[in-house]
């Protein structure tokens, strides 16, 4: 095979890929419920916040993910890694006990983004999620950008951008 031909594979692949995968997170995508603007949530320190408030500035990632999922732990550090660079971010544990097993797998892991805790998957019945992780990417308190299953930092980072300037 000549390097022409193995480019022109390698491309058909990748398109490939990224085709199926704009499919599937149509397909999973979570709905926002009526209220989500509204609703105060309780992060482990049980301070409130909105929702809206965080996307006001800049896009915002909102994370549902699980001690317990396999995809998690590839994903979670990048959503941590932009919590430092000062993406705001918040995260919900679903179903992964009470809030001391949250905060003890946080700190295990050094993680310092924002959680509120979904022992029984209230939030994530709310917002229709049903696959971990889920993250959901807002801009000016809309949904721009839904995503699911393994996700990158640079993959990420490029949805971040466009729902900051589309």
Same mark, same amino acid.
């Given at each position: 095979?000549?390097?022409?031909? /193995?480019?022109?594979?390698?491309?058909?692949?990748?398109?490939?890929? /990224?085709?199926?995968?704009?499919?599937?997170?149509?397909?999973?995508?979570?709905?926002?419920?009526?209220?989500?603007?509204? =609703?105060?949530?309780?992060?482990?320190?049980? *301070?409130?916040?909105?929702?809206?408030?965080?996307?006001?500035?800049?896009?915002?990632?909102?994370?549902?993910?699980?001690?317990?999922?396999?995809?998690? #732990?590839? =994903?979670?550090?990048?959503?941590?890694?932009?919590?430092?660079?000062?993406?705001?971010? %918040?995260?919900?544990?679903?179903?992964?006990?009470?809030?001391? =097993?949250?905060?003890?797998?946080?700190?295990?892991?050094?993680? *310092?983004?924002?959680?509120?805790?979904?022992?029984?998957?209230?939030?994530?019945?709310?917002? *229709?999620?049903? %696959?971990?992780?889920? /993250?959901?990417?807002?801009?000016?308190?809309?949904?721009?950008?839904?995503?699911?299953?393994?996700?990158?930092?640079?993959?990420?980072?490029? #949805?971040?951008?466009?729902? *900051?300037?589309?």
């Amino acid at each position: 095979m000549n390097l022409k031909k /193995i480019g022109k594979n390698l491309l058909s692949l990748f398109l490939t890929f /990224i085709v199926i995968s704009l499919i599937l997170d149509w397909y999973r995508k979570p709905e926002v419920p009526p209220d989500a603007a509204t =609703t105060a949530l309780y992060d482990l320190q049980q *301070q409130p916040f909105f929702l809206a408030q965080l996307s006001q500035d800049r896009p915002a990632i909102l994370y549902f993910w699980g001690t317990w999922c396999s995809y998690c #732990r590839y =994903t979670s550090p990048a959503i941590d890694r932009l919590a430092k660079e000062g993406v705001p971010v %918040v995260t919900v544990a679903l179903r992964s006990g009470d809030t001391e =097993t949250v905060q003890a797998y946080l700190d295990k892991h050094q993680y *310092q983004f924002t959680s509120v805790n979904d022992p029984k998957g209230t939030i994530a019945a709310q917002w *229709q999620v049903a %696959v971990t992780p889920t /993250i959901i990417i807002f801009d000016q308190g809309k949904m721009e950008f839904a995503t699911t299953g393994l996700s990158s930092y640079w993959g990420l980072n490029v #949805r971040l951008w466009l729902a *900051q300037w589309f």
